[in-house]
């Protein structure tokens, strides 16, 4: 099929980022109004392949959310982390109630276009960007895009790259363990797999949870290790044998930890979203709530009649604690360890939490610091100066 339509804007890739972005906009319709949308992706179905999960006191998705935590847990060197929060609530929303709710509102809405087919690349023309497709070519003032990674991705610099993997399966038990109040957001006490390793736990009742087994390394593993992981870890923790709970569903990813600079745009016209935009947060893979922050941005240049920006990334000193802390998580996995264990003993969670979102004052983060050895730290910005102090 050979054929060029014309539109405002062009949401290419309906993902996290993708929907965040479509459900702004129609947020916005009154001050955007007619704007003509298209959202592709090579798949509009929604799919229970993903639980994200976030902080935060009140966020715009608050009616998906699936299930929300006051008290969270790590679990290190047999010692057990426990805190109330008091701030905000640790969220989780399922990616399929996610998307189904964001697309069923869509599909009302007159001027928006939903298409699935495949993207191939995206292209400008007289100032107007293109979106190259299986089915046709389509054009409009502004794409905004989370599929395909520029050149220039791939030029930039890297020093320390890492994939954040992870299998989860979702479990009914036949007896009540779980405290559904409580989410372990980290069990470091299980065997290191070649790279900073633990558990997550996301009880949803007494008798279902959502169990991960993560890793932070350079290489994926064996589809059946993180399976046996699981099996042990059920068994270990919690006494289960394999006929004492169904999985009633699985998840498995695999999210980049890399200290690379994005690029904003693929090209003048199509801005990056999502993780090809580089919202996602290096050292912990978190991206939900950037996603949002990203489309408000977004939503609200274009309905000042400003250009859209691209993710800004994180403040300069942001940045090197993630250069630092990608360096040793790659080459000091022990030590990593040790320095994650201290982190939680000697820091109220909350507060690691507001570091994460890079909300904390330069005095808490000297606090947070100064609790920590400082021998690794200074040998990181030794090995990582050259990234360091050029801010690349
Ligand atoms: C199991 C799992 C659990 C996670 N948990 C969390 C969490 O708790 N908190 C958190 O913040 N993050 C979490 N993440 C990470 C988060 O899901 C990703 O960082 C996020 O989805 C990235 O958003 P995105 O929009 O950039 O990409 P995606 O959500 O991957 O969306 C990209 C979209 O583009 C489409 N697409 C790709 N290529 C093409 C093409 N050529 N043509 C057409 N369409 C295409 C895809 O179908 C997809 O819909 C998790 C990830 C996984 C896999």
Redesign the pocket.
Known sequence: MDKEENYDYII???????LSLLAYLMDSAPSLPKKKVLV????LEPEA??????WNQDHRFMELTHHTWKTLQVVSNGEVFKERLTNFGYH?IR?EQYRRHILERARQAEQITLLE????DFGEQNDRAIVHTAKGNFVAEWVFQ???KPDSFHQAVVDSSLIQH?K?WEIETDRELFDPATARLMDFDTEQEGGLTFFYVLPFSQKTALVEYTIFSEQMLEENRYDSALGHYLQQRYGLGSNDYNILRS???A?PMEDRKVPGFYNRRTLN?????G??KPTT?????R?HQHSREIVRALAAGRNPAPWPGSPYRFRVYDIMLLYLLKHETDISRHIFHELFNKNSIELLLRFLDEETKFTEELGIFSKLPYAPFFRSIYRMKHRIFTGA
């Open positions: 290419a890739g309906a993902g996290a980022a993708g592709i992706d090579a798949s392949d993903k639980t994200w999960c976030f989780c990616s087919t495949r993207i191939h989370s599929v395909l992870f989860g998840e498995a990813g999210i979203i999502g993780t090809v935009g919202i996602t893979g978190y991206t939900f709530t996603a």
